[in-house]
């Protein structure tokens, strides 16, 4: 359809190459439009790539919470997209980094975890330089706004509206049960370190372990500059979240 209305089309490498279309390989400018097929995971990959382009998702996965349309809709989203019938969700990410290794953005959340299943965190966790609490349990985890339907509602956060400018700091199964979930602008700066001897944590990034936390050391979690925005056709995020979220389990 795009190709008939005189648009052009181009296909990640994986895709082109199952297709046999290599002359539709991308080649690294930031599309117009990137619809992405797949679930909630499909979209956090892609946007590491295409930062600055606005994602369709379709979803061929099962819930997919952060996709707008099943398949069978495509060709009406395209022509709704063409005549200018959308609109664009935003969400702020998260950045975490290190004294030892750089930023790195999460469009869901940072997780910091032990190493080895079974352990115990010991996790000093600072806001804006200023002690919050210490907590001994599985981690914790800060979550964006697009997130809080993920990791974090599951560990018992709360869900955030997109149009709220927030992030929230989710602990996971702490032994001190009155250890609560925060919510706190994206202003905020949060530190986390790790107070476990001879216990190494991992800091995971959307789902992928990026880099290890030893004793004594210490992240810091604060809004990136960078932000995703969704191609979507209502802005009745309650909607979505009954049809996606909680009709799933009745």
Not at 55 to 81: H, M, S, Y
Not at 191 to 216: M, P
């Amino acid at each position: 359809m795009l190709l008939e209305k005189g648009y052009k089309v181009a296909l990640s490498q994986v895709l082109a190459k199952n297709l046999r279309k290599s002359d539709f390989i991308i080649q690294g400018q930031q599309p117009d439009l990137v619809i992405v097929f797949g679930g909630d995971g499909t979209i956090l990959k892609t946007f590491t790539q295409w930062k600055e382009s606005p994602i369709l998702g379709v979803n061929c996965g099962r819930v997919g919470f952060l996709t707008e349309i099943i398949p069978q809709k495509l060709d009406w989203a395209i022509n709704k997209i063409l005549n200018d019938e959308f609109i664009i969700e935003e969400f702020s990410t998260v950045a975490v980094s290190s004294e030892s290794y750089p930023p790195i953005s999460a469009v869901n959340d940072i997780t910091i975890v032990p190493k080895n299943h079974g352990n115990i965190m010991r996790l000093k966790v600072e806001i804006n330089d200023k002690l919050f609490y210490v907590i001994e349990g599985d981690g914790v985890i800060v979550s964006t706004s697009a997130g809080s339907s993920a990791y974090a509602r599951s560990a018992g956060g709360p869900l955030i509206m997109p149009n709220v400018e927030a992030f929230c700091l989710v602990p996971i199964c702490p032994f001190i049960v009155n250890v609560s979930p925060i919510v706190f602008s994206t202003d905020t700066v949060v530190t986390v370190t790790n107070e476990a001897k001879f216990r190494t944590g991992i800091v995971v990034v959307d789902g992928q372990a990026h880099y290890t936390l030893g004793y004594n050391e210490h992240v810091k979690i604060y809004k990136s500059g960078e932000k995703i925005r969704f191609i979507r056709f209502s802005d009745n995020y309650i909607k979505r979240v009954r049809n996606k979220l909680l009709e799933r389990i009745r």
